[in-house]
T-cell receptor, first 112, second 114 residues
Framework: GENVEQHPSTLSVQEGDSAVIKCTYSDSASNYFPWYKQELGKRPQLIIDIRSNVGEKKDQRIAVTLNKTAKHFSLHITETQPEDSAVYFCAASRPPGNQFYFGTGTSLTVIP | DVKVTQSSRYLVKRTGEKVFLECVQDMDHENMFWYRQDPGLGLRLIYFSYDVKMKEKGDIPEGYSVSREKKERFSLILESASTNQTSMYLC?????????????FGPGTRLTVL
């Protein structure tokens, strides 16, 4: 099956700085890579996703990049704000079932 | 707006008890999933279902079973609860036929087995 590794497990940044979270996957057939944000006590929610036919995708302050050859993808958050503090999970998915294989999570703290 | 609900936010059970965790979604989604979330281990898939009466094992099905008698409801069953099943349980659902693979999560049930 698929194996997704996520680093770092914790990350602290000053407000306004950038944050980068990296994930690697093992199965070259994986073709969909979502990122979920889970605030304390809340449910995980999708913040951005990317398919394997695209190398980069941006949505305001967040972006995801994908390197299929190296089998890794990264989440980039620019101009971080305190409300970005949360646990972030990456995942990989492959057909036919498209079930998600999640990374172990990154706890991001943005220091005001 | 997709709504996924779970029957309890917090549950305390004793070792050996049979435990039912219920998940209901109101968006006519075909696919439903059960995960457990543990610190440092992320979300691990227990079971999933692509349609009524269908079920598939995920990565950690041991000690669990599921039931999908109606499209909107997916139940996770712990036949004989053990202390190592103390965890946060998250249900999710997804529409099979849309272009999006997004899974929508419920609020979670924090289960403590004493």
């Amino acid at each position: 099956g698929e194996n997704v590794e996520q680093h770092p497990s914790t990350l602290s940044v000053q407000e306004g700085d950038s944050a980068v979270i990296k994930c690697t996957y093992s199965d070259s057939a994986s073709n969909y890579f979502p990122w979920y944000k889970q605030e304390l006590g809340k449910r995980p929610q999708l913040i951005i996703d990317i398919r394997s036919n695209v190398g980069e995708k941006k949505d305001q302050r967040i972006a995801v990049t994908l390197n299929k050859t190296a089998k890794h993808f990264s989440l980039h958050i620019t101009e971080t704000q305190p409300e970005d503090s949360a646990v972030y999970f990456c995942a990989a998915s492959r057909p036919p079932g498209n079930q998600f294989y999640f990374g172990t999570g990154t706890s991001l703290t943005v220091i005001p | 707006d997709v709504k996924v609900t779970q029957s309890s936010r917090y549950l305390v059970k004793r070792t050996g008890e049979k435990v039912f965790l219920e998940c209901v979604q109101d968006m006519d989604h075909e696919n439903m999933f059960w995960y457990r979330q543990d610190p440092g281990l992320g979300l691990r898939l227990i079971y999933f279902s692509y349609d009524v009466k269908m079920k598939e094992k995920g990565d950690i099905p041991e000690g669990y079973s599921v039931s999908r008698e109606k499209k909107e409801r997916f139940s996770l069953i712990l036949e004989s609860a053990s202390t190592n099943q103390t965890s946060m349980y998250l249900c999710a659902s997804r529409r099979r036929t849309s272009g999006s693979l997004e899974q929508f999560f419920g609020p979670g049930t924090r289960l403590t087995v004493l």
